[in-house]
């Protein structure tokens, strides 16, 4: 497979980016442990990177698909591949690897790819239990760490944390970005879902089609040929409200260009929930129809000892983690009623903002509102997806917690590493 690999891509022509962490052996040359190569546009946030620690180096540059299909097909021969003139042998890898298809900007990689793409995966024949160097990794021009492993995850993933990262036996990734459409933008209100499509192409004329499938249930299918108009959006309605579980996809043909899914277990960070043009009562009764999920949920006062604020700093935690969201105070969620709380809106906003101030870490801007119905103070407390993840329960010894469905569990490492890895396209409280 790996060869079949290195003869379709010299025949492409398209821009290559790569990312290597590079070990030195006894022999004083380096081996590739880890390397990773980007073919098409160019990742946003990419960035020209070389630290060199004497005992190993990690680098990144652009580089030419003809290098990668020659250090593919002989990167153990006698030419040795080279990024920013170190010389390295490439890993020992499976010949075979697995293959998966990702939609425009999975959290899957970091830095995410804007565009759809194939991540091919080959694994490692010498896996190591850990990459220790003999001593601490330290250079003046570089960041310094403990180990190789840390160090790889910080150049990889962005995450720089005291925990020791399971090692990788991911030793050769290529990500090709596939499609020039994509899906820029999905917005759902309580009657409608508004896609929006984008092309690099602006002069495509053939059409594609846009399918949306809700509940398991096809609302419909849109055909759009974008190089023809501006208006590059389709519009579905939605007879029973916002879907728990829905499919989005665009296809030409018979190949797939980009989707989107939501269910139980998986929400995509680019979807947008729009209840600003609501006013109080239809806003909260539409978060209501949507009961309590990944991004709400419901309580039928404000905390009223130090138990309940750290119950409280959990949730904003755990939503700032994730994609925000909104907690309803004044909502009995057992009967699914309005039943309004018992003191005015400046006291509560002020109760509210002093346990996100006193209880999250790091500091977090929340929007507290009011919504009155029926001669009851509803309020919510809604929460950014936050900037700074990630964010933890406790100012001085936090701990951090992510939304899983209507639950907000504890993080664990690789939760973690997916919510430093997620694009955060800003803040999108609801």
Same mark, same amino acid.
């Given at each position: 497979?790996?060869?079949?690999?290195?003869?379709?891509?010299?025949?492409?022509?398209?821009?290559? @980016?790569?990312?290597?962490?590079?070990?030195?052996?006894?022999?004083?040359?380096?081996?590739? =442990?880890?390397?990773?190569?980007?073919?098409?546009?160019?990742?946003?946030?990419?960035? /020209?990177? %070389? /630290?060199?620690? &004497?005992?190993?180096?990690?680098?990144?540059?652009? *580089?030419?698909?003809? %290098?990668?299909?020659? @250090?593919?097909?002989?990167?153990?021969?006698?030419?040795?591949?080279?990024?920013?003139?170190?010389?390295?042998?490439?890993?020992?890898?499976?010949?075979?690897?697995?293959?998966?298809?990702?939609?425009?900007?999975? +959290?899957?990689?970091? !830095?995410?790819?804007? /565009?759809?793409?194939?991540?091919?995966?080959?694994?490692?024949?010498?896996?190591?239990?850990?990459?220790? !160097?003999?001593?601490?990794?330290?250079?003046?021009?570089?960041?310094?760490?403990?180990?190789?492993?840390?160090?790889?995850?910080?150049?990889?993933? &962005?995450?720089?944390?005291?925990?020791?990262?399971?090692?990788?036996?991911?030793?050769?990734?290529?990500?090709?970005?596939? +499609?020039?459409?994509?899906?820029?933008?999905?917005?759902?209100?309580?009657?409608?879902?508004?896609?929006?499509?984008?092309?690099?192409?602006?002069?495509?004329?053939?059409?594609?089609?846009?399918?949306?499938?809700?509940?398991?249930?096809?609302?419909?299918?849109?055909?759009?040929?974008?190089?023809?108009?501006?208006?590059?959006?389709?519009?579905?309605?939605?007879?029973?409200?916002?879907?728990?579980? @829905? /499919?989005?996809?665009?296809? =030409?043909? *018979?190949?797939?260009?980009?989707?989107?899914?939501?269910?139980?277990?998986?929400?995509?960070?680019?979807?947008?929930?729009?209840?600003?043009?609501?006013?109080? %009562?239809?806003?909260?009764?539409?978060?209501?129809?949507?009961?309590?999920?990944?991004? *709400?949920?419901? #309580? =039928? %006062?404000?905390?009223?000892?130090?138990?309940?604020?750290? #119950?409280?700093?959990?949730?904003?935690?755990?939503?700032?983690?994730?994609?925000?969201?909104?907690?309803?105070?004044?909502?009995?969620?057992?009967?699914?009623?309005?039943?309004?709380?018992?003191?005015?809106?400046?006291?509560?906003?002020?109760?509210?903002?002093?346990?996100?101030?006193?209880?999250?870490?790091?500091?977090?801007?929340?929007?507290?509102?009011?919504?009155?119905?029926? +001669?009851?103070?509803?309020?919510?407390?809604?929460?950014?997806?936050?900037?700074?993840?990630?964010?933890?329960?406790? =100012?001085?010894?936090?701990?951090?917690?992510?939304?899983?469905?209507?639950?907000?569990?504890?993080?664990?490492?690789?939760?973690?590493?997916?919510?430093?890895?997620?694009?955060?396209?800003?803040?999108?409280?609801?």
């Amino acid at each position: 497979m790996i060869e079949q690999e290195a003869a379709r891509l010299a025949e492409l022509s398209a821009a290559a @980016w790569v990312r290597a962490a590079l070990e030195r052996n006894d022999d004083g040359e380096f081996r590739a =442990r880890r390397i990773e190569l980007t073919i098409g546009a160019e990742p946003r946030g990419f960035e /020209w990177v %070389e /630290w060199d620690y &004497g005992s190993c180096a990690l680098v990144s540059c652009p *580089t030419s698909l003809s %290098e990668i299909a020659a @250090w593919l097909r002989d990167g153990h021969g006698a030419v040795k591949p080279q990024v920013r003139n170190i010389e390295f042998a490439m890993p020992s890898v499976s010949p075979t690897g697995t293959w998966e298809n990702l939609p425009s900007r999975s +959290s899957r990689d970091r !830095p995410a790819l804007e /565009w759809p793409s194939r991540r091919v995966v080959f694994h490692d024949l010498e896996p190591r239990t850990q990459l220790v !160097p003999s001593a601490f990794l330290v250079s003046p021009d570089a960041p310094s760490f403990p180990t190789l492993d840390m160090a790889s995850e910080a150049f990889f993933h &962005g995450v720089e944390r005291s925990f020791t990262p399971m090692p990788s036996y991911e030793a050769l990734i290529i990500r090709e970005q596939t +499609s020039d459409v994509r899906i820029a933008r999905v917005a759902f209100s309580m009657t409608e879902v508004v896609v929006t499509v984008d092309t690099l192409n602006a002069g495509d004329r053939v059409p594609i089609k846009v399918s949306f499938v809700a509940d398991g249930v096809s609302i419909g299918d849109d055909r759009i040929v974008l190089g023809f108009s501006e208006d590059r959006t389709s519009v579905f309605a939605l007879p029973s409200g916002v879907p728990s579980e @829905w /499919w989005l996809t665009l296809s =030409r043909g *018979t190949r797939w260009l980009d989707f989107r899914y939501s269910s139980r277990y998986h929400q995509p960070a680019d979807v947008d929930l729009e209840t600003e043009a609501l006013d109080a %009562e239809d806003a909260v009764l539409a978060l209501m129809f949507g009961g309590e999920d990944a991004q *709400t949920e419901f #309580k =039928r %006062e404000l905390p009223a000892d130090d138990a309940g604020k750290r #119950k409280l700093a959990r949730v904003v935690a755990a939503f700032a983690n994730g994609r925000g969201g909104v907690i309803l105070f004044g909502i009995d969620a057992d009967e699914a009623t309005i039943i309004g709380i018992g003191e005015t809106f400046p006291k509560a906003r002020d109760r509210l903002t002093d346990i996100v101030s006193g209880n999250v870490t790091p500091s977090l801007d929340v929007e507290v509102r009011a919504y009155e119905i029926s +001669s009851r103070l509803v309020v919510g407390l809604v929460v950014p997806s936050g900037d700074e993840p990630p964010y933890g329960a406790g =100012r001085t010894n936090p701990r951090y917690y992510i939304r899983r469905n209507a639950s907000t569990l504890p993080a664990q490492p690789d939760d973690i590493r997916r919510v430093l890895g997620e694009t955060r396209p800003g803040n999108r409280g609801r």
